[in-house]
């Protein structure tokens, strides 16, 4: 028996529901902090099956218009994060200002490497081709739909109940989005990604994005 248009919008809806607001306060409110990240694992794994089974999708649309990008639109949008961040730790944290680079530059330098594989790939797998590949018919129309990508970005990382978190996860999904969808690169969008998180971490703000200083308003 073939399933009918609305029985399928309504069970992919279900499924945005539960992958990308569900499981996220799951994790956000009930994990312990030393279970985030396996969970998170998790999730990346349950979305890159789901992206698998995407009807249409595959895989060899990862390396479309992956060179539609310049190294001075890299270099400007670099310089950019690094003053923005630079400003916001001497004003919310300075303390914790450039602590990797100058007490732990050996540590510094693996999340470099480990960050732009093992985090902002398999996030940008999530938030971009899973969510406007699969779920494409039940979302709104032009700009409405970078914006609930943003704003479905900045709630996936509410397990550090950080405002700063959220804010700026919310402008690096606009930034990650337009290029994966303007500019129609996944690569560039993986980049723009990485070159962002290893910038963060640098400058001191990776305090907000550590699981064991969450501190949970309740």
Avoid: K
């Amino acid at each position: 028996m073939m399933i009918g248009p609305p029985v399928a919008l309504r069970r992919l809806r279900l499924e945005f529901g539960l992958f990308y607001i569900g499981l996220p306060l799951l994790i956000a409110v009930l994990f312990p902090p030393n279970w985030m990240f396996p969970a998170l694992f998790a999730l990346t794994g349950l979305g890159i099956v789901l992206l698998h089974r995407t009807p249409g999708f595959q895989w060899a649309e990862l390396r479309y218009d992956w060179a539609n990008w310049t190294l001075r639109e890299v270099a400007l949008f670099s310089a950019i994060v690094t003053a923005f961040c630079v400003g916001l730790i001497q004003i919310t944290r300075p303390d914790a200002a450039f602590f990797l680079l100058v007490h732990r530059p050996e540590m510094l330098a693996f999340i470099w490497v480990g960050y732009p594989l093992l985090s902002a790939l398999p996030q940008e797998l999530l938030f971009r081709p899973l969510f406007f590949r699969r779920y494409h018919a039940i979302l709104p129309d032009g700009r409405a739909a970078y914006l609930l990508n943003a704003a479905i970005f900045s709630f996936a990382h509410l397990m550090y109940w950080s405002w700063i978190v959220a804010l700026m996860t919310f402008a690096g999904g606009l930034l990650f989005t337009w290029a994966y969808r303007q500019r129609g690169s996944f690569f560039y969008a993986v980049l723009l990604h990485a070159i962002a998180g290893n910038i963060i971490f640098a400058v001191g703000l990776g305090v907000y994005f550590y699981s064991g200083n969450v501190q949970r308003p309740f």
